[in-house]
């Protein structure tokens, strides 16, 4: 057969097959018919479905310019700016599989009683930051303006308690890492929103507010100072940190020499105070939360980040870490203390240095960094409450006893 005949035989199948799709592409749906479509099949199990963050839905917000959100969850896929072990970049993939069981009609959290994702904030998965694992200054550079732009987008609905806070109108973000030195272009961006130096609450086992030169005090460039144990300290010397309001806590590191130096050495990042993972047995949850907001307060007018590497959890709760340190807290202690943090102007927050690859079977690190995630969100939107809405540890419960029957505990509540 002549090419030219095989090549118009190829046209004429190819038509046919473009005038069937366009054929089911302008089908309309009857109304009625879509209702039951609905009725039948719009539901999910926590194990279908694509693996975006809680079964939000997933929006490449980067390159949809229109789509704005209250709260908006980001992945930072980057990890080459670690000193120890590398894989977090696969960890925002990793935490939002681990998200399958919170899905919007089944997580009231009884803690604080409320649903965040059935109360008044949009919250929306926004995907990853494409972000080069080959130049790290071009890798900051990118998610500056990626937080940047993200932050800076419109909010889509009031929150009930008003506009009483510098946050008001400015979405927050929480970022999914990728390893801890994400959150140095995420404080530019919001240094850059908000025109004033940010309140940082840093849960780790380590300082990360090391001078660069404790690497290296001979090989030295631009690029050496981004780590992801000095980025604080960059932070501190560029002002976007106000580091009277700022504090450490769930620290357990080894120090640089032969003496405190770490500690006591004279610069602008050692502002932050001090709570060690130690001090728990003292202090108890409760007291490490009254130490932090005595420390950060509660104004208004003073933007709050707060960022959590997940090794502030001792390695029997999270081995899937990059540096992980012995002794550390429990999930429960640490979901226990950010509970008591839900009053915190937060702007914004990160959880990081989620290394799967170093997890266990039952992904006990990814779970517990999912669990984080879902508490900060759940104070980002009980913040914007009017009412009381009490909880657990708001006590609104306390006439709910073991032994009543279901009935009996529906009329207290009621009364309540």
Excluded at 118 to 133: E, F, L, Q, R, Y
Excluded at 164 to 187: C, N, Q, R, Y
Excluded at 198 to 212: G, Q
Aim: charged share 20%; aromatic share 8%; hydrophobic share 35%.
């Amino acid at each position: 057969m002549p090419a030219w005949k095989s090549f118009v035989g190829l046209l004429a199948l190819a038509g046919g097959a473009v005038s069937c799709a366009h054929h089911g592409d302008t089908e309309v749906v009857p109304e009625h018919e879509r209702e039951e479509l609905l009725k039948k099949w719009d539901q999910e199990w926590s194990f279908t479905g694509i693996a975006s963050f809680a079964h939000l839905k997933p929006v490449k917000c980067l390159i949809e310019p229109s789509e704005n959100y209250d709260i908006a969850v980001i992945g930072a896929p980057f990890d080459t700016a670690v000193s120890y072990r590398p894989g977090a970049r696969f960890g925002p993939r990793a935490i939002r599989a681990a998200s399958a069981r919170q899905m919007s009609g089944t997580s009231f959290n009884t803690r604080a009683g409320i649903n965040p994702y059935k109360s008044w904030a949009k919250i929306t998965d926004c995907g990853d930051i494409p972000i080069t694992p080959f130049d790290n200054g071009l890798a900051e550079r990118q998610m500056y303006e990626a937080f940047l732009e993200l932050g800076s987008r419109k909010t889509v609905n009031a929150a009930p308690k008003g506009g009483d806070s510098i946050g008001t109108g400015h979405p927050k973000l929480v970022t999914l890492g990728g390893d801890h030195s994400v959150a140095l272009p995420a404080l530019r961006a919001l240094h850059q929103i908000y025109q004033k130096p940010i309140t940082v609450l840093h849960f780790d086992a380590h300082l990360d507010t090391w001078n660069p030169v404790r690497y290296s005090a001979y090989w030295q460039s631009e690029q050496t100072q981004f780590n992801h144990g000095s980025f604080f300290h960059k932070a501190s010397r560029e002002g976007l940190i106000c580091n009277s309001t700022s504090a450490h806590a769930g620290l357990r590191t080894r120090l640089t020499g032969v003496d405190a130096g770490d500690y006591t050495n004279p610069g602008p990042e050692q502002g932050f105070i001090r709570i060690h993972a130690d001090d728990i047995d003292e202090l108890g949850p409760m007291g490490v939360v009254e130490t932090i907001i005595q420390r950060t307060g509660l104004d208004p007018e003073q933007p709050v980040y707060l960022s959590v590497d997940i090794d502030v959890l001792d390695p029997s709760t999270a081995p899937g870490t990059g540096t992980p340190e012995p002794g550390g807290w429990t999930t429960r202690e640490f979901i226990r203390i950010l509970r008591g943090l839900e009053k915190l102007n937060l702007v914004g927050a990160d959880i990081v240095e989620v290394s799967p690859a170093y997890d266990n079977k039952g992904e006990t690190t990814a779970l517990a960094a999912a669990q984080v995630a879902f508490e900060i969100i759940t104070s980002m939107v009980k913040s914007g409450v009017k009412e009381d809405l009490g909880g657990w540890y708001g006590h609104l419960y306390d006439d709910v006893t073991v032994g009543q029957t279901e009935a009996e505990s529906e009329v207290t509540r009621d009364e309540l």
